[in-house]
């Protein structure tokens, strides 16, 4: 089992119509233990944006589970101050979601390509459940917590945290 999902204890959730098989594989390569149910996104639809508001996920993933919640999504989710986000969670909080939606090769007019799309998705589910634990952008590119704004900075990281990254884990009671 992964070092942060331990740390964090967090639950895998979908959220809409996310791929049941992607889900799982997920799951697996993280060892992360999937929650019962799904979440309807419709109250975190923004009409003018033609979004998802990853923020009010956050709200309606708290009222809906207890404990830390991890939502997976094939929405394009927004932060009122960017125009899209492939995640968000609360530093420190229980809540977090990312989303495949600008994650697969489909949305930039290439063909598909499912183990990128994975490895892709991997990465923000970690780097989302480094903020869920109270992890900080990190600045060595290669971590998973290093910020990512473009799926070419997603795709330049790895699936690892780094050495201080995994110091920090490991002192917060992994």
């Known amino acids: 089992m992964n070092l942060a999902v331990r ?6 959730v979908p959220v809409g119509n996310f791929p049941s098989e992607m889900l ?6 993280t060892g992360m233990p999937l929650a019962a149910g799904s979440l309807d996104p419709t109250p975190a639809y923004d009409a003018l944006r ?19 919640i ?6 394009d989710l927004f932060i009122p ?17 990312f989303s495949i939606y600008r994650l697969r090769e489909e949305f ?20 989302e459940l480094g903020h869920l634990v109270g992890l ?13 704004h473009s799926v070419a900075l997603v795709d330049a990281k790895s699936d690892d945290y780094c ?12």
Not at 7 to 12: I, S
Not at 83 to 94: K, S
Not at 136 to 148: G, N, T, W
Not at 163 to 174: K, M, V
Request: aromatic fraction near 6%; glycine fraction near 10%.
């Open 7 to 12: 740390v964090a204890g967090a639950r895998l």
């Open 24 to 29: 799982d594989e997920l799951a697996r390569r």
């Open 108 to 127: 930039y007019g290439l063909p598909p390509n499912r183990e990128l799309l994975v490895e892709r998705a991997v990465r923000e589910l970690l780097h």
């Open 81 to 97: 101050v960017l125009t899209f986000a492939f995640g968000e969670a609360e530093l420190g909080g229980r809540a977090g979601v």
């Open 163 to 174: 050495a201080a990254c995994t110091r920090w884990l490991e002192n917060r009671g992994a």
């Open 70 to 75: 991890l939502g997976a999504a094939a929405l």
């Open 136 to 148: 900080l952008h990190c600045q060595d590119a290669s971590c998973v917590m290093s910020p990512a």
């Open 50 to 68: 033609e979004q998802y508001d990853s923020t009010r996920l956050l709200v309606e993933l708290k009222q809906r589970y207890s404990g830390a």
